[in-house]
């Protein structure tokens, strides 16, 4: 079992920037993919963002790219998600995700790979 806590979300001004940060244990976390998805009111769940267990591969979905970094920590078993100019079309729950992988590159984007999930962090943007 993978137990994975999101903290960092909450209220900023568009233009604004948070930092989500998603704490795992319970298992070798350098064994895992780890993305990042977000779930918006009356929208279906969708991928943010992912990178592979090194850390040496990312992957992210169009609307963020340029403004969203994903990294992590394998010492301190955390993965991050760095929002830089937030705009009210990324308000969402933001949740992360942990999937097994052997390919030290390998990234996955659907979220039918993973089997972990945290409980998710809310990300409001105000206009």
């Known amino acids: 079992q993978v137990q994975l806590v999101e903290s960092g979300g909450g209220l900023v001004q568009a233009g604004g920037s948070l930092r989500l940060s998603c704490a795992a244990s319970?298992?070798?976390?350098?064994?895992?993919?780890m993305g990042w998805f977000r779930q918006a009111p009356g929208k279906e769940r969708e991928f943010v963002a992912a990178?592979?267990?090194?850390?040496?591969?990312?992957y992210y979905t169009d609307p963020v790219k340029g403004r969203f970094t994903i990294s992590r920590d394998n010492t301190k078993n955390t993965v991050y998600l760095q929002m830089n100019s937030l705009n009210p079309e990324d308000t969402a729950t933001y949740y992360c995700?942990?999937?097994?992988?052997?390919?030290?590159?390998?990234?996955?984007?659907?979220?039918?790979?993973?089997?972990?999930w945290g409980q998710g962090t809310q990300v409001t943007v105000s206009s």
């Open positions: 995700a942990a999937a097994f992988a052997v390919g030290l590159t390998t990234i996955f984007r659907s979220s039918r790979e993973y089997g972990y």
């Open positions: 319970g298992r070798t976390f350098i064994n895992f993919v």
């Open positions: 990178i592979s267990r090194t850390g040496l591969s990312a």
